[in-house]
């Protein structure tokens, strides 16, 4: 399953699929970015980044895909499991603004067993 | 490693009082502590960037009488929601830097803080 973001907020995908979350970034000056997933109730966990001078990178089942020409971002999770269901954000940030995290809107994955 | 916690986890409080949440990095020294706002279903809203040994710096938008940030140690931050009413109800995370490795940028988040003013 794949989400587009702002148009897609929710995803569902049964389990053991792939799912696929998107992010556009705004700032073309950022140089860092990050997911993160949020379980209801809970601050945001630390999943991947990527800096700009790479454009994937691969971590324990999931992958994060840099395309800086389209400032798109997306972050693959394989065999998706009911334990990945939650809220993923991404952040940007670069170094003008004190690396302050600029913040996705975040998509809802849901993952049907 | 890495581990930042937030006390009070949960704190209820009558309007017209103050409450203060504390952030703490439990391992490593933190210069630079973030405080975040989340509305339900919503986003991160940064508020505020602390900095250890001086005032914080302040998101256009949030009144910084209203939100008053201590950031008086290098494991110790803390946000005072000053006279608190119904509308400040809601859900405040905090992050920290890890001063001590060089060029990382990774934030390290606390588990949140349900705030609800009655």
């Known amino acids: 399953g794949e989400s587009v973001g702002l148009h897609l907020p929710t995803l569902s995908v049964q389990e053991g699929d792939n799912s696929i979350i998107n992010c556009a970034y705004s700032?073309?000056?950022?140089?860092?970015f990050i997911w993160y997933k949020q379980e209801s109730g809970k601050g945001p966990q630390f999943i991947i980044d990527?800096?700009?001078n790479m454009d994937k990178r691969q971590g324990q089942r999931v992958t994060v895909l840099l395309n800086k020409t389209v400032k798109h971002l997306s972050l693959q999770i394989a065999a998706t499991q009911p334990g990945d269901s939650a809220v993923y954000f991404c952040?940007?940030?670069?170094?003008?603004?004190?690396?302050?995290?600029?913040w996705g809107l975040g998509t809802s994955l849901a993952v049907n067993p | 490693g890495a581990v930042v916690s937030q006390h009070p986890s949960r704190v209820i409080c009558k309007s017209g009082t103050s409450v203060k949440i504390e952030c703490r990095s439990l391992?490593?020294?933190?210069?630079?502590m973030f405080w975040y706002r989340q509305f339900p279903k919503k986003s991160l809203m940064l508020m505020a960037t602390?900095?250890?040994?001086?005032?914080?710096?302040?998101e256009q938008g949030v009144e910084k009488d209203k939100f008053l940030i201590n950031h008086a140690s290098l494991t110790l931050s803390t946000l005072t929601v000053t006279s608190a009413h119904p509308e400040d109800s809601s859900f405040y995370i905090c992050?920290?830097?890890?001063?001590?490795?060089?060029?990382?940028?990774?934030?390290?988040f606390g588990p949140g803080t349900r705030l609800t003013v009655t």
């Open positions: 602390s900095n250890e040994g001086s005032k914080a710096t302040y």
């Open positions: 952040a940007e940030s670069y170094a003008g603004n004190n690396r302050k995290l600029i």
């Open positions: 992050s920290a830097r890890d001063s001590g490795i060089g060029g990382s940028y990774e934030q390290y």
């Open positions: 990527i800096r700009s």
């Open positions: 391992d490593f020294q933190a210069t630079t």
């Open positions: 700032n073309s000056a950022s140089d860092y």
